[in-house]
């Protein structure tokens, strides 16, 4: 159990709304549907609508710093079933990594896989008391977007499983490409929080707001109790 995951949830029952699409940015195809992911009927481009709020609201606060520039979507909200699913592909990409099927490791080699795996990706856990940030609704993974139509470059990709997706890995980097790189981060990260939400601490690019991430960051970020309003979020 990760720390966050102690905090109680009451949810609000407030519910799933399709993004606007047409305001962002949005990676095509979907990247988990590319590969297969069992997301049924629902687009992954729903959130809850107040954080559907909130981002619009990000995606003002950015235009005010960089006219032109956007949020790119990269994924919202996950079924359990789409996230068991990208953790076993992800534990099978890193094993082909090393050389090995996950059939050919042994339960040490396994754990110490899955430990790794489990630092980017949250356990698939059907408990009602710790779901998924993304399966409530309430987490996005966005990059950014420049004025001329191009991806920005962040220094890593989405989802790689690596030191560099931690927010603030180039920090103390000196050269001109790193401090770049860095100073999109942090665009980044001020505008997604000054719309209310927090930056996963080993994530550059994921952002959630309400979910028990949200309140366990805001807490500690603020010395004030914040409580999380999202839990899993009711099946199409």
Not at 124 to 137: A, L, Q
Not at 169 to 192: A, H, I, W
């Amino acid at each position: 159990m990760k720390p966050y995951q102690r905090l109680p949830i009451e949810e609000c029952g407030e519910p799933l709304v399709p993004l606007p699409l047409a305001t962002f940015a949005v990676i095509t195809p979907h990247p988990y549907a590319a590969l297969g992911a069992p997301y049924g009927d629902r687009s992954p481009y729903w959130l809850r609508k107040s954080v559907v709020a909130a981002l619009l609201q990000a995606q003002q606060n950015l235009q005010e710093r960089r006219p032109g520039w956007r949020l790119q979507l990269f994924d919202a909200y996950r079924p359990l079933s789409v996230q068991q699913f990208m953790v076993e592909y992800t534990a099978q990409e890193l094993a082909q990594q090393q050389g090995l099927a996950l059939a050919q490791m042994s339960d040490q080699e396994k754990q110490a896989l899955m430990e790794t795996v489990y630092q980017f990706w949250a356990l698939p856990s059907p408990d009602p008391k710790t779901p998924p940030p993304h399966s409530t609704g309430a987490a996005i993974d966005l990059t950014l977007m420049d004025a001329s139509g191009r991806p920005v470059d962040m220094g890593s990709p989405i989802d790689e499983i690596s030191p560099r997706s931690h927010p603030n890995y180039f920090q103390d980097q000196l050269d001109d490409q790193s401090q770049q790189v860095q100073c999109d981060r942090d665009l980044l990260r001020v505008v997604m929080e000054a719309a209310g939400f927090q930056q996963h601490p080993n994530e550059w690019w994921h952002f959630s707001q309400g979910d028990q991430l949200w309140a366990w960051l805001a807490t500690k970020a603020t010395q004030q109790p914040h409580l999380a309003c999202y839990g899993a979020a009711p099946p199409a």
